[in-house]
């Protein structure tokens, strides 16, 4: 396990002072098993977690702050509330939120994530049907004028 003090020079997002970043990894030093029970020697999908009595300290999102690309800037205003709470190494990661809390991280290998709904929106005299669409012919000019 590694803590470190987070730097405080202005490119931090607004953390507080204070704050530590902790980095925790599992090492395998099982020993090796003869080839025919190799497989009980290796460890598969292990979970590690990291609880606190407070609250993990959230982290902003600040890879494309200073972007000209236009779809970055416009996912920073669509997730400008999302933050991370801990961050994984060939391994996903989950933060449990109780009343607006993280007090505990972990590790896990199935992750799962609801997507909100999303409907389209009510364009009159557009055809936005994929097989229409597909087809040769179709009228991409009214969709590409529709969409400006």
Known sequence: ??????????????????????????????TPSPDETRDQAFVFQTQLGVGCDESFV???????LESDDWDERIADVQYRDTCEFAVGHSVATEAVLVDGHCRLVRSCWMPQSEVERVAPADLKNIELSMGCIGKKGAPYAALAAASR
């Open 1 to 30: 396990m590694s803590v470190r003090p987070v730097a405080s020079d202005g490119a931090d997002g607004g953390l507080p002072q204070g704050v530590r970043c902790v980095s925790v990894f599992l090492v395998n030093r099982r």
């Open 58 to 64: 959230p982290r902003p999102n600040l890879r494309s």
